[in-house]
């Protein structure tokens, strides 16, 4: 089962540091890797899809970078609703997988 | 776009459940659909998922015979059922648009197994 190692677990950062978070595939994905934020009791959120398109509405701050084993997300100036948890999927291969999730809190 | 999902709770181990998740904003039978589960202190876990006519089905392994996927386009709503539940089902379950990557999501439903 291809797994994604994400890093690191938590990020303490200050509104508007830039940071920079990682997802590692054990095999290539090529470019089938989305990245979703969550913040508990809320639904979800699909920001990044074929490892670098934004989706629909998300702000320009927020950029995916990436290919084959190799991904980051970075988000270039904290805003308080960006504190949360960040999870990246990988859907080139059934079934697809999630990495086990980064947190950014406040410092 | 609203993806609302209902019918979970506490059930016993070798019950059933049947979740629901009733769709808005969009048109269902364009879309795929997935059900998608994380259990306490554990990763999000792909379950299932359905084509737009309901004429596709595919599960993952450890709910394959246990759990069926459909859908009911003119009701606007999704379900998975869940038959000989085991305590490893534990989990919110959430309802999400495609099958790829999710586009929209809802805000889950928690299922307990436990005796």
């Known amino acids: 089962e291809m797994v994604l190692t994400q890093s690191p677990a938590t990020l303490s950062m200050s509104p508007g540091e830039r940071a920079t978070l990682s997802c590692r595939a054990s095999?290539?994905?090529?470019?089938?890797l989305a990245w979703y934020q969550h913040t508990p009791g809320q639904a979800p959120r699909l920001l990044i899809y074929g490892a670098s398109t934004r989706a629909t509405g998300l702000p320009t701050r927020f950029s995916g970078s990436g290919s084959g084993t190799e991904f980051t997300l970075t988000i270039s100036s904290l805003q308080s609703e960006d504190f949360a948890l960040y999870y990246c999927q990988q859907y080139a291969n059934w079934p697809g997988t999630f990495g086990q999730g980064t947190k950014v809190d406040i410092k | 776009v609203q993806l609302v999902e209902s019918g979970g709770g506490l059930v016993q181990p070798g019950g059933s459940l049947r979740l629901s998740c009733a769709a808005s904003g969009f048109t269902l039978s364009n879309n795929w659909m997935s059900w998608v589960r994380q259990a306490p202190g554990k990763v999000l876990e792909w379950v299932a998922h359905i084509n737009e006519d309901g004429s596709e089905k595919y599960y993952v392994d450890f709910v394959t015979g246990r759990f069926t996927i459909s859908r009911d386009n003119a009701e606007n709503s999704v379900y998975l059922e869940m038959n000989s539940l085991r305590v490893e089902d534990t989990a919110v379950y959430y309802c999400?648009?495609?099958?790829?990557?999710?586009?929209?999501w809802g805000r889950g439903t928690l299922v307990t197994v436990s005796s």
């Open positions: 095999q290539s994905v090529g470019s089938s």
């Open positions: 999400a648009r495609d099958k790829q990557a999710f586009g929209y």
